[in-house]
């Protein structure tokens, strides 16, 4: 294909889309079925679909919805020595490592793995961990994700902690969490195969895969759904829709709000759940 007819190509998308432009959306719902007309006109990919509406509900989101929570952070203690660090790091296979202060059991910086990689093969003897540990960052938990990752492209950072209303240390977030909910979950080679279906993020919020089976729901969350037609809990909350839902979309089912989060034209990927007792 030559540049000529690249540009004319380009030319020719740009007009098709203008074309099906009749007004202005006045909302975000709007502008969502004007988006979804023109995928349904492959004007647009499902692909680039999904990510606009990832980029809409990032905004929509506070840093609290995927938090990893304090209890399940991997950290390394100031006290530990060199070996027993570079075993937490090996065995985790993360990149960045919350640094706890022995006797306060506070956050007092970040370790970057990659720091101790050269000392490691060359000086193990000389270690003195202050010179390694960065300073960590502290944002609350209502903090927006939109602000957020624009922080993070600002300051070259890619992993943030979340203090609570009272100052104390109640999880971590890295930019891999934020730009999941934009482009879908992204694995690794340290990534387990066997996704976790439910995942606890702070107090009585989690988040839990639509293909969880009804009844380790039930089990987890001490609730007594039950059907006859389906076997998990996404078909279980669709029933009760009664469509297939967008994101965003919400329905509470004794004293737990189920929020839909990641989705796409033909099934539900993930909820949101927070326990409202």
Do not use: C
Not at 14 to 33: A, F, H
């Amino acid at each position: 294909m030559t540049d000529a007819d690249n540009g004319g190509s380009t030319k020719g998308w740009l007009e098709r889309v203008i074309g099906s432009l009749s007004g202005e959306p006045q909302n975000q719902k709007q502008l969502l079925d004007l988006l979804k007309n023109l995928q349904a006109d492959q004007l647009i990919g499902a692909d680039e679909l999904y990510m606009i509406e990832g980029v809409l509900q990032v905004s929509d989101m506070q840093v609290r919805d995927i938090m990893i929570p304090r209890g399940q952070m991997t950290v390394i203690e100031h006290s530990d020595p060199l070996p027993e660090i570079i075993e937490k790091i090996t065995e985790s296979g993360h990149s960045r490592f919350p640094v706890i202060d022995d006797d306060k059991d506070d956050v007092v910086g970040i370790l970057l793995a990659k720091d101790l990689l050269q000392l490691s093969l060359e000086n193990p003897d000389e270690f003195e961990f202050n010179d390694y540990i960065r300073p960590a960052s502290f944002i609350p938990e209502s903090k927006r994700l939109n602000v957020l990752l624009k922080e993070f492209r600002l300051k070259r950072s890619h992993m943030a902690m979340i203090v609570d209303e009272y100052g104390g240390v109640s999880g971590l977030v890295t930019i891999e969490d934020v730009l999941e909910q934009i482009v879908g979950k992204i694995d690794d080679e340290h990534d387990d195969d066997d996704e976790v279906n439910i995942q606890p993020h702070g107090t009585d919020r989690y988040s839990v895969r639509a293909l969880t089976p009804l009844q380790d729901f039930n089990d987890y969350f001490k609730t007594d759904f039950s059907s006859e037609d389906v076997e998990t809990i996404g078909g279980y909350v669709l029933g009760h829709i009664g469509h297939l839902p967008e994101r965003g979309e919400t329905l509470v089912l004794d004293n737990l709000t189920f929020k839909v989060m990641v989705a796409d034209s033909r099934q539900v990927h993930m909820f949101q759940v927070v326990n409202e007792a």
